[in-house]
Structure formats: structure tokens, C-alpha cells
């Protein structure tokens, strides 16, 4: 199963009839998967705000399918669980309470994981093509929980669950350069479609002038030289050791791989790297037009990208011209003018959410998400 890979547009007509089953069941597993080595009735997180526990995630992505796929975000529609809306909407119940709810008995919980998804792929079978969003989202938005109940494991330093995709790829060979872009006019966003996010709507012309971006993101032996050079604070999950520095992957300390793309930075520490080293990061517009055109030559594209780390822009999210909400109003709108645009997708990130297009977006004080950076010549 492939689970990282650049496609080049829309999610729309990638996932249909039998397809759509499958990924809703694939995601699932996966889900299921990356907390699978854990005591789920007995293990206890702490409170901090980068993580929710264990079992009020698993049941949010049950919930949030159930909401949209059986109940078509309906309020009033009968639950499979009771008290399932003021349990599990995370758009109602405040982080710091979900450690104090009164739950079900977690047998009752993870039963609710299995009804919903069966009970969703019935519903698919008799739902027209034309009439399958709520199917994509709920799809493309437990694979995004997928990816944070690892960030969660490399927060707490627990171990890697037994699933695929949980490291970067073996490094590609090849020392840093830079790919040239006369840039020029080009659409960005998405078109309409069978199922297209809300912020990725508004496609529009942008006008980008030339520019010359990395064809890498900057790696961990770059990283380490400027931390050697200045003195600089190191990253989180990082401590020097005997030899060399060391990286923390979930509960273990290794050495760097010096030709691996950095992982683990917050925006501040991107563009601190960038100052040092005389370069920049791309802006959005940058990063998408690099992606979907050949370099100056016509023939080179921009990459390797995808299977890697997310990457930081100097983007802030912002909407696009003449933004609505989708249904799920909260996917987007809350956090334009707070958050930065990262671009691509990381090691954890499954294929059909990295598009070209696709914008993900978090505070920029934050490190615990799988994201680096790439940079363009000043």
C-alpha cells in the first residue's frame, strides 16, 4: 500500500465505488494500527496541548465519520453511541476537558469504531457517485489523525507502533542545488470538483517572478553544521552525544543520518537556518508553481519531495478569493491569519492527501508535526 507520493490534483474520481470502500477500511486499519501496541483501556496521557488521549481520538474519528457519512451533519440524527456529540465534536468539547469526561467503557468505545465503519460502508453502497463528499471527507480526515496519533507517540517518546510508513525513505543521493524557474503566470488552487477542501477553492492567477529553489529540503548534517557554527539552541528531540548529535525517533536516541531531511523544526528555527545560511523560504505561490511546472529547462521537476517532511513556507494561511466554508465549517476558518502554509506531505502522510495544491497549515511555533524546510536562493 502506498502511503506517500505526489498526485497532481484533486482527490475527486481518485477514490469511487469499490475504491472508496477499500480506502475507508484501509484507513481504519491504519488508525487502529498506530495505537495497537498500546493498553488502550489503561494508558493515560498527559494534559499538554499537542496531544489528545488515546481513546477520545480513536472515537472522534468514529464520531466525525458517523456525523457526515450516516447522519449528513445532522445535530438531531440518531448516533450509534449516546451522547456521542458531546463527547467526541471537537468543535464543541474544549481540549482540556477530554481528559474528564464521562465515558463509556472503552469495549464500548472501540465497538464504536467497528459499527461506524460498517455501517458507513453500507451507506456508501446505495449513495450515488454525485453524492459521495462526505464520503472523501471523512476518508481523507482520519487519514489526517492517522498522522497525528504518531506525532503523538514522537511527542511522548513512546515506541513505534508495527505499521508501515513510520520513518523517512533512505536519503536520495546527491549533493544540495538549486532548480531555476523563470516563473510567469499560473492557477493556483483547485478547480471545482468531486471533492476539493474548502481552502484550496478560489483557484486563481498568480503572478510569480523567477526564482531558484532547492531541489532537497535542508538536511539533518546542514542543520547540525549551523547549530555548530552559531551555538544555537538545538531542535526539539535532539541532544548532543558522545560523537555526534543525536535524534529521538519515538522512545529511541540514535545518531543523525546526515544526508536525511530535517525533521521536527518550528517556522522560528527554519527561517534561523535560512538568516545563517543566506537563503529563504519559498513563499506558497512558489512552492505550488515549483511542483507542477520543469525547471528552466522544460524537463527537471521539483522534488524529491513527497515521503519526506512537510515544509514550511513564509506563507500565513490565509483564504483564497472569494472563500466559503464547506460544510465542515471548522476545517478551515478558525485558524486563516493565526497559522503557516506547509507544503508537500511527510513519511506518515498517505498519498491521497498529498496533492500538489494541498495546503496544510499549523501555528508556527510548533515542531512536533513531521514538517522541515526547503529553501530558495535570495
Not at 472503552?106 to 459499527?115: G, I, K
Not at 476558518?333 to 495546503?359: C, D, K
Request: proline letters at 8%; charged letters at 20%; a negative charge.
Amino acid at each position: 500500500m502506498q502511503t506517500t507520493g505526489l498526485a497532481g490534483g484533486a482527490i475527486g474520481g481518485l477514490y469511487e465505488g469499490v475504491d472508496l470502500a477499500s480506502a475507508l477500511t484501509d484507513a481504519r486499519a491504519r488508525t487502529l494500527g498506530a495505537y495497537a501496541h498500546l493498553d488502550l483501556p489503561n494508558v493515560r496521557f498527559p494534559c499538554i496541548p499537542l496531544v489528545n488521549p488515546a481513546l477520545w481520538e480513536l472515537s472522534h474519528v468514529a464520531w466525525f465519520q458517523e456525523y457526515w457519512c450516516l447522519r449528513g451533519g445532522d445535530e438531531h440524527a440518531a448516533t450509534l453511541l449516546a451522547r456521542s456529540d458531546a463527547l467526541f465534536n471537537s468543535s464543541l468539547v474544549p481540549h482540556d476537558s477530554r481528559w474528564h469526561l464521562d465515558y463509556p467503557p472503552p469495549a464500548a468505545l472501540l465497538r464504536y469504531l467497528d459499527e461506524t465503519l460498517e455501517a458507513t460502508l453500507a451507506a456508501l453502497e446505495c449513495t450515488p457517485a454525485d453524492r459521495r463528499y462526505f464520503f472523501h471527507l471523512a476518508l481523507l480526515h482520519e487519514d489526517m489523525h492517522a498522522e497525528a496519533l504518531l506525532m503523538t507517540l514522537q511527542t511522548l517518546g513512546l515506541p513505534a507502533p508495527a505499521i508501515e510508513a513510520i520513518c523517512p525513505p533512505a536519503p536520495p543521493p546527491g549533493s544540495a542545488r538549486d532548480i531555476h524557474f523563470e516563473g510567469g503566470a499560473f492557477t493556483q488552487g483547485t478547480e471545482d470538483g468531486d471533492f476539493v477542501f474548502d481552502n484550496e477553492r478560489g483557484a486563481h492567477r498568480v503572478e510569480v517572478a523567477p526564482f531558484a529553489i532547492a531541489a532537497r529540503p535542508v538536511t539533518h548534517g546542514e542543520y547540525a553544521a549551523y547549530l555548530e557554527a552559531t551555538g544555537a539552541a538545538p531542535p526539539a528531540h535532539w541532544k548532543r552525544g558522545e560523537g555526534d548529535w543525536l535524534a529521538r525517533r519515538f522512545d529511541r536516541w540514535a545518531p543523525i543520518d546526515r544526508h536525511a531531511p530535517m525533521v521536527h523544526v518550528s517556522l522560528a528555527e527554519a527561517q534561523a537556518w535560512c538568516r545563517w545560511a543566506g537563503r529563504r523560504l519559498p513563499t506558497e505561490s512558489e512552492w505550488e508553481f515549483a511542483a507542477r511546472n520543469g525547471g528552466r529547462d522544460g524537463r527537471e521537476r521539483f522534488g524529491p519531495m513527497i515521503g519526506g517532511v512537510w515544509e514550511w513556507t513564509s506563507t500565513p494561511f490565509a483564504p483564497y478569493p472569494g472563500f466559503e466554508p464547506g460544510p465542515y465549517r471548522d476545517y478551515s476558518q478558525p485558524w486563516f491569519h493565526s497559522h503557516y502554509v506547509l507544503r508537500g506531505g511527510s513519511f506518515a502522510t498517505r498519498a491521497r492527501i498529498a496533492t500538489n495544491r494541498y495546503r496544510n497549515f499549523y501555528l508556527p511555533h510548533r515542531s512536533d508535526m513531521f514538517a522541515g524546510f526547503r529553501t530558495c536562493a535570495v
